[in-house]
């Protein structure tokens, strides 16, 4: 019995071997250490009025799970209410909360574009992206990272040989591993000299930028063309997404959206959590403020001990290169103190792994002065 097993299971053994001896093999681990690798930028995760909303709204008797699909008995007032809310502070017609921004992202690529439709995916766009729009049935092209005339072109080629439907542009607003922002106005007017659809991921930016953190798209919401996701696991401190549109596009996934009608409905909780770090946006405007104190700080920072610093976000790559020696100098500052985490292929392109360093309200310029300082010093010789 014990032989069958083996080698029933010997092609998976085999597998991890391989990603083992690639410097790639993954494993969990606990989190520990000066926190340089959450994505909870505005510290919401923990905040006291989170809780406080959480708690009350069990005391009020609010549901600790849905107990269903949205189309069933799973509609919740509290989903509702959030949905109402979200579409109001996005500027949006209408919002739609699913329980993640990667079954977000799957969903609407598989549901909304149709057979013989286009997809046009920046180069880097999350993981996610791509599973839904392969799930999909509309064309699928990649076009290059950030680079409207790389969209445009891609567009113009695919009406030569005889395209016919409607375009969807993809991108991130921005990019989670390089910490770069896309040329948003560009592809928008893209979009609108092509009749084209314009899908983008706030799930970086919700929170941290734009008026009150409303994101990077604040400014184009309400745009009949304009699909948008709001991750709310990362800066709102909870977890789920919500997916804003127009009210046509929100009952269409309603409707036909299938990881939305089979899946039973985010925790009531978790939207009660959702409205309430929204409410905080508005109220307390200053966690916003901080955090881009503390980034400018942290690049100024880098500047002075001669780190180089690609971009201005929250997101911070220190890029090392080889698998094994971006593992081994996470590794060393994990033992210092620090929790700051390695990144390898595939996540990354080959030949750039690297530290993925991020900013949030949960350090201070103390933390970020002797994190820095300990990365100078553990890479003696190696400075980019």
């Known amino acids: ?59 009020a008797g609010t549901p600790i799970g849905a107990g269903g699909s949205r189309l069933l008995r799973g509609n919740c007032e509290e989903h509702e209410r959030l949905e109402a809310d979200a579409a109001k502070f ?72 005889g395209g016919l439907g409607r375009v969807w542009i993809v991108a991130e607003s921005l990019y989670s591993m390089d910490g770069d922002f896309a040329p948003l106005e560009d592809l928008v007017a893209i979009a609108d000299r092509h009749d084209a659809f314009l899908m983008v991921d706030e799930a970086h930016a919700t929170g941290v930028y734009g008026e009150q953190g409303r994101g990077l798209t604040a400014a184009y919401e309400g745009r009949e063309n304009l699909l948008v996701l709001h991750t709310c696991g990362k800066a709102l401190g909870a977890s789920g997404a919500l997916v804003t549109a127009s009210g046509v596009l929100r009952d269409f996934m309603i ?10 409905a985010p925790s009531p909780l978790m939207a009660v959590a959702v409205r309430e770090a ?19 700080f942290t690049h100024r920072e880098m500047g002075v001990r001669g780190l180089r610093s690609l971009q201005q976000s929250q997101i911070v790559p220190y890029i090392v290169g080889d698998n094994a020696r971006a593992m081994q100098l996470a590794s060393s500052l994990q033992a210092r103190g620090f929790d700051a985490r390695g990144i390898r292929p595939p996540t990354v392109p080959p030949g750039t792994a690297r530290l993925r360093i991020s900013l949030t309200l949960n350090v201070g310029e103390d933390d970020v002065r002797a994190m820095l300082n300990a990365l100078v010093e553990e890479t003696r010789g190696e400075i980019q």
């Open 1 to 59: 019995m014990n032989a069958i097993k083996g080698t029933k299971i010997a092609r998976y053994a085999g597998a991890l071997r391989a990603l083992k001896e690639e410097d790639r093999l993954r494993g969990l681990k606990a989190r520990a250490g000066v926190d340089f690798t959450s994505n909870d930028y505005l510290a919401l995760a923990s905040a006291p009025r989170m809780k406080q909303a959480v708690s009350a709204a069990l005391e």
């Open 90 to 161: 996005f500027g949006a017609e209408a919002a739609l909360f699913f329980g993640g921004g990667y079954v977000a992202n799957f969903a609407v690529l598989s549901t909304v574009p149709q057979r013989g439709d286009l997809l046009v995916l920046d180069s880097l766009v999350h993981a996610s992206i791509h599973e839904g729009a392969r799930a999909g049935r509309a064309d699928i092209r990649i076009s290059s990272h950030n680079d409207p005339q790389s969209v445009e072109s891609t567009i113009r080629d695919w009406r030569a040989e």
């Open 255 to 264: 409707n036909r959206c299938r990881p939305f009608i089979f899946a039973t």
């Open 278 to 296: 929204l409410a905080i946006l508005r109220e307390e405007p200053e966690r916003q403020r901080n955090l881009a104190k503390l980034v400018a």
